[in-house]
Structure formats: C-alpha cells, structure tokens
C-alpha cells in the first residue's frame, strides 16, 4: 500500500484528466445540493483539500484535512484531531477505498460526529462498469489500484456503527474512456443510467444520520398566549382564597394559598 502522500497527490492528479474531470463535475454537483440543506455550526470535509466539496454548505466553520501543507491530518489517518461529539457534517469522498482500515475511519468519524450528525460518503461502485474494468485490467494508477467498497457491505459498516442511510445516488454511467470526447459521445448514459440500471453508475454516494438512542433533544413548544394568561390566575385565586379565610386565622390563610399553588 503506498503512503498517504502519494496517494493523495496521484488520485488529485487524475481528477484532472478528462476521465477524472468526467466524475468531478458529478461529485461536485452532488456535494454542492446536498450539503446547502444541511445546518449545523461544524462541517469538516476529510480528503481531497484541494476540491471545495462543502461550497454550498452555509456552517460558520468549514473544515478541509487532507496532506497539503500546513494540515494536520493526512489522508488515511485514523485518528482525527476533533473532540467527541464537535461536528455537525463529515465528508469523505473517495477516503474508504485507498484506506488500509476503512472500518477504522468510519469508527473515527462516528466518534466526532455529534448524534443526528451527517456523514456524506463518496467511493467507486465495484458493480458497475468503471469497477469492470478494475476487475479486468491491471490494477495500476489511480483509481483503479484502490479497493472498491460494495455499497452492501458499506452499509452493513454504517449500520453496526449506529448510522441510518437518510439518501444517496448513483453517478458516471459512461464507461470509462480515457479521452473526453468518446466521454461525450456517451453522455446520454447519465440520463438512461438512472432510469434503467440506476444501482450501476460508477460513483456511489452515500448520505448516512449517526443515530444515538436516548440522545435526541425534544423541546416543548411553549403556547406564549395561553402563558401569559395563566401567570395573572395565581394571584387572584390567592387574594380570593384568602378573603375567605381571613377569619380563620393567618395558618388557615398559608395552608389555603399552598393548596392553591398544587392545584395549578
């Protein structure tokens, strides 16, 4: 398994031929829907620094932890510099498949994660024709020396670690030519992929809510108007309790008002 380093420069430098330019611009316009609807105060966007995947997203802080420099997480690290429960909205695009512990990062991620936090994942679907042609070639270069992850068994991952799979979607239905132009020639598979054989793209997303049982705050919806004419109703219940027994005595009086105050 090579570095992290490494790496992460030769998956960034295939993003920019015309066959990884191809899958970017599909990540982009997924990332980019998806985390504008999602609210919070801390997202952190895990790989890939150098392509601003939480653009769209509104949080005050916006995380980016790759290997450029000056970061302080690398690509495959599994141990994130975050305390536990302190983020909102984790990415990780394309992270699991060049990880030597993928179920290690996803621990990792789970564990910063607050409850009701959102996990937004991005890999290479082995069932398509993109993991075809890793199956049948020679495995060399990026991406195709990575280890593509089953969507199935990524679920199966997500579940045994309290994650409930909220969305996703398919993308990169062309077969992966290495030239732009026969990539545009078969630019009509976006739209007939996701009618026909849409589990078969060659890019998964995946959109999971880390769920705690006992975790999720409830909090009451107060009525203002019918507070405001409750508060006024002690008072006069007490000064009408207390005409009454005045005559009984100042203790008759306090064991009357507390009486009152139970009742409400």
Not at 11 to 17: I, K, V
Not at 124 to 153: D, M, T, V
Not at 210 to 220: A, D, F, N, S, T
């Amino acid at each position: 398994m090579p570095n992290c380093k490494s790496t992460a420069q030769n998956l960034s430098e295939w993003f920019a031929t015309p066959q990884g330019s191809y899958v970017l611009a599909r990540e982009q316009r997924y990332f980019d829907r998806t985390v504008s609807d999602i609210f919070g105060y801390n997202a952190l966007q895990l790989g890939l620094p150098e392509h601003d995947f939480l653009h769209g997203n509104r949080m005050p802080l916006r995380f980016s932890a790759g290997n450029q420099a000056g970061n302080a997480v690398r690509l495959c690290c599994t141990e994130l510099p975050f305390d536990s429960d302190s983020l909102d909205l984790v990415l990780i695009p394309h992270v699991l498949e060049f990880s030597e512990n993928p179920h290690q990062v996803l621990r990792e991620v789970a564990r910063v994660l607050r409850p009701e936090g959102n996990l937004i994942i991005s890999g290479f679907n082995p069932r398509s024709l993109w993991g075809l042609h890793r199956a049948l070639g020679r495995r060399q270069g990026y991406p195709w020396q990575g280890h593509f992850i089953a969507l199935p068994r990524l679920k199966d991952w997500l579940a045994l670690l309290g994650f409930e799979v909220v969305g996703g979607r398919f993308a990169a239905y062309a077969p992966p030519f290495h030239t732009g132009k026969w990539l545009e020639r078969f630019a009509f598979m976006e739209a007939a992929g996701d009618r026909w054989w849409a589990v078969s793209g060659g890019v998964y997303f995946l959109h999971a809510v880390k769920r705690v049982p006992g975790m999720r705050l409830i909090k009451p919806k107060w009525n203002e108007g019918l507070v405001s004419k409750l508060l006024p109703v002690a008072p006069k219940l007490n000064n009408n309790v207390t005409q009454r027994t005045k005559s009984k005595g100042r203790s008759t009086t306090r064991r009357a008002r507390t009486e009152t105050f139970e009742e409400i």
